[in-house]
Each structure stands twice: as structure tokens, then as C-alpha cells.
């Protein structure tokens, strides 16, 4: 996996944003993909682009940086979170919510190169669980997945996985009754994931369809997917079609 990062600035004063990028001029290994003015369009944009990495102010219009945290955390993985913020108050909360920094306006250089070394550390560590998975030769798909359980590593064949939620910038993997917490985001992990086999029914949840025993449509337009060993799990409106599609559903 590359270790170039993209990065989304979310602030609504240009200004702010233009001493952003002066700020990442140094670090090379950035590619800005986006810029977002308030939280609507941080939010679709986060949706869109996937970035790896978002400057977030606090105070912007329409909500603030903690309101879009919360919102995209109850989903699905956040990328990897830097407040940069006026406001020195708000820091205990910042790393309430599990940002990796926490920069204050106007920014220092020497200060936002201290943030920028512990978000390299961190993508280093995300990426380096990419290279605990066994890939076969012939194919681009994770055959096996390593995670660590207790004092030891468990060496996980990706066929008996059962399905995997997302929780933060982890992902608990459920396997024959077993739990096993494995430091990787959701949408990392996808990527490795084989799209014939394992199936999005969530914005959290990605499920083996070899395990999908039933599928049931509820009242008020909701729907849920019971498994082989009668876990029932949410399929969302926005990947019910996907669902219909990749099971052979009328």
C-alpha cells in the first residue's frame, strides 16, 4: 500500500485554509483532495473522496467539528482526525473523540510538523496490518488475516470469516462465535476483501454471502440479513440494491 496520504481541509474561513496548505507545503507525501467550507460539505465530501486524513475546525456553520465526528463515527471509520482550532478549550474533547492532534490558529510550523509526525506514525501503523495479509499470487484478494489475540497472533482464513463491523479505526471480525478486534478501518480492510464473496449491507457492516441464510424486508421500509447461525444484521436502504444484485434477489 502507498504511503501517500490524502488529506481534506475543513474550514470555513479561506484564509484558514490557505495557511493549511502553506503549512503541508513541506510534507510531500499529502496530496490535498479536497477543501470543505461548513459541515454539509465536509461531510459529503468525506463520503465522496475518502481521504485518509481531515483538518477539522470546531466552530463552522451549520455545526461543528465534534458534531461531524459523532456523526460519521456512528457509520462508519472516520479517517484519521487533526483539529486545527482557535479555541484551546475544546482540546480534552479533541482527544475524547480519538483525534490524533490537536493544532492551534494561527498555526506554527514547528507545531504542525510535530501533528504531522504522529499522523505519519499512526498511517504507518494502518498500513503495516495491510501487509500482515496473505494475498495469493494469482489474486489481488486477502486469502488469510492475521489479528492479535491475548499474547498471540491468530492467523485467520478470510473464507471462515462470518461478517466484520466497524468500530472507530478498528474492526471487530466475528468468526464461528469468536470476536477478534484488529486494528484496521473498514475501508481498508474492504479493499482486500473480495467483492464476490464478502457483500457492504451497512455503512459499518460488511458480511460473508456465504453465511447469508435469509433475507427479510420490515415494516417501514427496513430490511435485515440473518445469517447462517440466526445473527440478524441491518441492511441499509442505500445498499439494499447492491444486496438484490450480488444475492440474485427479485
Not at 8 to 27: M, T
Amino acid at each position: 500500500m502507498s504511503l501517500r496520504l490524502r488529506a481534506v481541509l475543513i474550514d470555513d474561513e479561506v484564509l484558514a485554509r490557505v495557511a493549511l496548505r502553506q503549512a503541508l507545503a513541506s510534507h510531500v507525501d499529502v496530496d490535498v483532495v479536497g477543501e470543505c467550507g461548513n459541515v454539509q460539505e465536509a461531510t459529503q465530501a468525506i463520503a465522496a473522496l475518502s481521504p485518509d486524513l481531515v483538518f477539522l475546525d470546531i466552530q463552522m456553520p451549520g455545526g461543528d467539528g465534534f458534531s461531524l465526528l459523532r456523526e460519521d463515527r456512528a457509520a462508519e471509520s472516520l479517517p484519521m482526525v487533526v483539529f486545527t482550532t482557535a479555541f484551546a478549550e475544546h482540546a480534552l474533547e479533541a482527544f475524547d473523540a480519538n483525534a490524533i492532534d490537536y493544532v492551534l490558529k494561527p498555526i506554527d510550523q514547528a507545531r504542525f510538523d510535530q501533528a504531522m509526525d504522529r499522523v505519519k506514525k499512526h498511517w504507518r501503523g494502518l498500513q503495516s496490518d495491510h501487509g500482515r495479509l496473505s494475498v495469493d499470487g494469482n489474486h489481488r484478494y486477502a486469502r488469510r488475516i492475521s489479528v492479535q489475540a491475548a499474547e498471540k497472533s491468530m492467523v485467520i482464513p478470510v473464507a471462515d470469516i462470518d461478517w466484520i463491523r466497524a468500530d472507530d479505526n478498528y474492526v471487530r471480525i466475528h468468526v464461528g462465535g469468536n470476536t477478534y478486534l484488529h486494528r484496521e478501518t473498514l475501508r481498508h480492510l474492504c479493499e482486500s476483501l473480495d467483492p464476490n464473496h464478502f457483500l457492504r449491507i451497512h455503512r459499518s457492516i460488511v458480511v460473508n454471502m456465504d453465511r447469508i441464510r435469509e433475507v427479510h424486508t420490515m415494516f417501514q421500509g427496513h430490511a435485515e440479513v440473518v445469517l447462517h447461525d440466526g445473527t440478524r444484521l441491518d441492511l441499509s436502504r442505500r445498499f439494499r440494491q447492491a444486496a438484490r444484485l450480488a444475492l440474485g434477489l427479485r
